[in-house]
């Protein structure tokens, strides 16, 4: 295989790459960009095989390499096949992990035989200087994803004990100053680096990037992990792309480039929807104020109803708005909310879902749990499409959402004020379906739920949806 074909089969697969990322910029066209995607990926690790073989003159190498495919390709497989829609950003989380992990254990063995990897022409013989930065760049971004990623995911999964792993965020006088300290001593080692190739100071990089990701990540609480989960996705691009300069593999470069700027878009994005500011939340919550979760609520009376009275407003109503939350996924009533929308469509009342771009735990997350059921994608609106709606709406049915509805984010002086919110306290009635008055990730009472026009109804939500299904006439 000659180069000019290797070079022309990595530009086709970035075609790939580049059109997957825009067919998933859309529902419709999502299935062609995951389509897309695994062409790009097949021909770009198939690609990469061959000049394995073409470079190292024999076989031997290969074999080490499908080992890994027929490892990390199977465990993919089985995590994908039998994740469920609660745990998907935990296992995103994991997988930005292992990208981080990956890029430094490729940086440290260029470090140790840069002459295996073609970096250098024999033994011995320094490594260029321009390499040596990427390379400690590279490492160290991959580093502070792992760890970083690691945390994350041990806040989203809410299962452990371990402090560092709960939701509320650990706070502590002096950490900006801490995280300002280590960042410096990483610049000075990347320096050190630079200047006489000491594989100590390549270690200390990685080292400080990986307590630079704890360090970064524990003091954002777990109402901002959606932004944490697209920063990290960039933080792992830019790692493979920092890689690929050193390996000078245009492959590496095109592919992490692309999901480095892509995941830095999304995160500013989720920003901007919570009202969080950029810089703060990539540098650990520095200057931002952050709720934390789990603070006391205040016991007050609340109007609640049953399944046939939520069936009966539904029933009556003429337009229905559905938010669909976290809570949804939990109880994994996507299909029980589909067949109930159904039933009321088939009345000829107008149903739509109203989606906030931070509802669950990851950018997307309802929009995924709702394309599962196959809802029809026309029937499903963004929050800037549908706010203006809400006060036509006869009924607004909140499914596990809470902070997203929150009309705290209206008032100044809340720690979520300015957070655009779906502005269902608009809607002639509102219905609330929740396990229990519990808050939010962001840890505040909700007014909406104590409003003379709210009716809470309390339990699972796909029994409760299941059973006002039933209900209607």
């Not at 410096?184 to 680096?193: D, H, K, P, Q, R």
């Amino acid at each position: 295989m000659s180069m000019n074909l290797v070079a022309l089969l990595y530009l086709i697969a970035s075609v790939c790459f580049i059109q997957a990322l825009k067919g998933l910029s859309h529902p419709t066209s999502s299935i062609r960009g995951n389509l897309f995607g695994m062409v790009g990926m097949a021909i770009a690790v198939l690609t990469t095989a061959a000049l394995i073989v073409k470079l190292s003159g024999s076989m031997a190498g290969l074999g080490w390499v499908l080992l890994g495919l027929v490892i990390g390709g199977s465990y993919g497989a089985w995590r994908a096949k039998t994740v469920e829609m609660t745990q998907m950003p935990e296992l995103i989380a994991f997988f930005h992990s292992m990208i981080g992990l990956a890029a430094v254990c490729i940086a440290a063995a260029t470090v140790i035989e840069p002459h295996a990897l073609g970096i250098v022409a024999q033994v011995g013989e320094a490594i260029p200087g321009g390499n040596r930065i990427e390379l400690s760049l590279g490492a160290f971004i991959g580093a502070v994803t792992f760890s970083g990623s690691v945390i994350a995911w041990g806040k989203l999964s809410g299962k452990s004990k371990f402090r560092l792993f709960q939701g509320a965020p650990v706070q502590f006088a002096g950490q900006h100053w801490l995280n300002l300290l280590l960042g410096l001593a990483a610049i000075f080692f990347i320096y050190g680096f630079w200047h006489s190739q000491s594989n100590w100071d390549f270690a200390l990089v990685c080292l400080l990037g990986f307590v630079i990701g704890v360090t970064l990540i524990i003091p954002i609480g777990g109402a901002d992990m959606p932004v944490v989960i697209s920063m990290l996705n960039s933080y792992s691009g830019w790692a493979a792309a920092g890689i690929g300069f050193s390996l000078n593999n245009s492959m590496l470069i095109i592919a992490g480039s692309l999901v480095g700027s892509s995941g830095a878009i999304l995160s500013f994005i989720m920003c901007k929807a919570m009202n969080r500011a950029f810089l703060s939340v990539i540098l650990g919550g520095f200057g931002g104020e952050t709720a934390t979760a789990g603070g006391k609520q205040e016991q007050r009376p609340v109007k609640s109803g049953s399944p046939d009275d939520v069936a009966f407003m539904l029933g009556n109503a003429d337009s229905v708005i559905i938010v669909p939350g976290y809570g949804l996924a939990v109880a994994r009533a996507q299909h029980a909310v589909k067949e109930m929308v159904q039933k009321l469509t088939d009345k000829g009342i107008e149903v739509k879902y109203a989606i906030h771009p931070v509802a669950g735990r990851m950018p997307g997350h309802m929009n995924v749990l709702l394309a599962e059921a196959e809802v029809p994608y026309d029937q499903v609106f963004e929050m800037d499409d549908i706010n203006g709606e809400f006060g036509q709406a006869d009924v607004a049915m909140i499914l596990g959402a809470n902070d997203v509805v929150n009309p705290a984010a209206l008032q100044k002086g809340s720690p979520i004020y300015g957070m655009p919110i779906l502005e269902a306290y608009k809607a002639k009635t509102v219905i609330v379906n929740k396990r229990s008055m519990a808050a939010g990730y962001a840890g505040l009472d909700n007014e909406l739920f104590y409003m003379d026009k709210t009716m809470m109804v309390f339990g699972d939500a796909k029994k409760v949806v299941e059973e006002i299904t039933k209900a209607i006439e």
